[in-house]
């Protein structure tokens, strides 16, 4: 079982993952319409941390190149999600 901390610092590891290639992070801002100014000044706020996990679940590909880089399986991202505050509630749409 993956703690809130544990969870905190998979999801900070996977933020700075997509902030080392210009084009991931631009995908990601446009994705979830977070401004840079924002998300410098929230990059540990659990609402900004379930976004980079939900964002890397949305693409399979993405999602296993991050796990490989950060030599994690690749259920840590769903796990890590599930022990956010608010990363219990689950929607596709």
């Known amino acids: 079982m993956t703690t809130k901390p544990q969870a905190e610092i998979l999801a900070s590891r996977a933020l700075d993952w997509l ?8 995908a990601f ?3 979830t ?3 840079p100014a924002t998300l ?15 964002f890397l679940m949305a693409d399979e590909a993405q999602l296993l190149a991050c796990c490989t880089d950060l030599d ?15 990363g219990e509630q689950w ?3």
Not at 19 to 26: H, I, K, N, S, T
């Open 29 to 31: 801002m446009g994705a």
């Open 40 to 54: 410098r000044h929230s990059a540990g706020e659990p609402e900004v941390l379930l976004a980079v996990l939900d």
């Open 72 to 86: 994690l399986p690749p259920e840590a991202p769903a796990a890590a999600r599930s022990a956010l505050p608010g």
């Open 33 to 35: 319409g977070i401004a």
């Open 19 to 26: 902030c080392q290639d210009a084009a991931r992070l631009g």
């Open 91 to 93: 929607h596709w749409t």
